[in-house]
Nanobody, 129 residues
Framework: QVQLVESGGGSVQSGGYLRLSCAAS????????MAWFRQAPGKEREGIAT???????NYADSVKGRFTISQDNTKNTLYLQMSNLKPEDTAMYYC???????????????????????WGQGTQVTVSS
């Protein structure tokens, strides 16, 4: 089992920045992929950034160039640095961990929610215009 706890959400104005953190504990050696998802009210959960165990990252077009996913393996912590935030970024943000099922086989991890096994409780990000 892997436990994930997100933090760092909050309210910012358009153009601002936030850094989300996700502390992982438990049997983290079983995970191949780590990812950030978000879900706005009335919308499906969207995969926005992933990182493969060897470090290769993958981003959704909606956040590419503005968000950066990274991990500190010494602290078992995943980060999402968000800059130039827009009102449409308002959502609950979730950290997720997956086994090989979340791996594409081509050097990057998938952004499909169903392929991830472990989830955090979420942290709210609200961006005002």
């Amino acid at each position: 089992q892997v436990q994930l706890v997100e933090s760092g959400g909050g309210s910012v104005q358009s153009g601002g920045y936030l850094r989300l953190s996700c502390a992982a504990s438990g049997y983290t050696a079983s995970t191949t992929c780590m990812a950030w998802f978000r879900q706005a009210p009335g919308k499906e959960r969207e995969g926005i950034a992933t990182v493969y165990s060897v470090g290769r990252t993958n981003y959704a077009d909606s956040v590419k160039g503005r968000f950066t996913i990274s991990q500190d393996n010494t602290k078992n912590t995943l980060y999402l640095q968000m800059s130039n935030l827009k009102p449409e970024d308002t959502a609950m943000y979730y950290c997720a961990a997956g086994t090989n099922r979340a791996y594409s086989g081509y050097g990057y991890c998938l952004t499909t929610a169903q392929t991830y096994t472990y989830w955090g409780q979420g942290t709210q990000v609200t961006v005002s215009s």
